[in-house]
């Protein structure tokens, strides 16, 4: 059967793949290879996965810390405004007040599934 212009082992076969089912490979396409790294799995580079190149962790002050747990008592989800007021007021910047939440929010759903 004449395979397609668009199927899975030719595309793989014209970026380089060659035949899909190389010995280095383990039996894998390049293009299952490439899925597998853009979604963390064995070829990412450990099981962390790859931070973003330059930017390093953002270690927070203990009255930073205060302040963000003080406001996530309040309220758990925050508005546009109130995002901007804590960002001016811990020197932040507004994604960072945004990435935290979530990761609290995330920290507390782990935290009642684990007390049940």
């Keep these: 059967m004449e395979k397609g212009p668009f199927s899975v082992e030719r595309?793989?076969?014209?970026?380089?793949?060659?035949?899909g089912g190389s010995a280095a490979g383990g039996g894998q396409s390049s293009v299952s290879r490439r899925v597998g790294?853009?979604?963390g799995?064995?070829?990412a580079g450990g099981p962390q996965g790859s931070a973003t190149p330059?930017?390093?962790?953002?270690?927070?002050?203990?009255?930073?810390?205060?302040e963000l747990e003080r406001s996530f008592r309040e309220q758990r989800y925050l508005g546009?405004?109130?995002?901007?007021?804590?960002?001016?007021?811990l020197s932040l910047s507004q994604s960072q007040?945004?990435?935290w939440f979530?990761?609290?929010?995330?920290?507390l759903k782990r935290q009642t599934q684990d007390a049940r």
Excluded at 80 to 89: F, H, T, V, Y
């Design 80 to 89: 546009a405004g109130e995002k901007r007021r804590l960002a001016a007021a």
């Design 102 to 107: 979530q990761n609290r929010r995330m920290k």
């Design 37 to 39: 790294l853009a979604r």
């Design 54 to 66: 330059g930017r390093s962790r953002t270690k927070f002050s203990a009255a930073q810390l205060q």
């Design 97 to 99: 007040i945004k990435t």
């Design 41 to 43: 799995g064995p070829a």
């Design 11 to 19: 595309l793989a076969q014209s970026s380089g793949g060659g035949a």
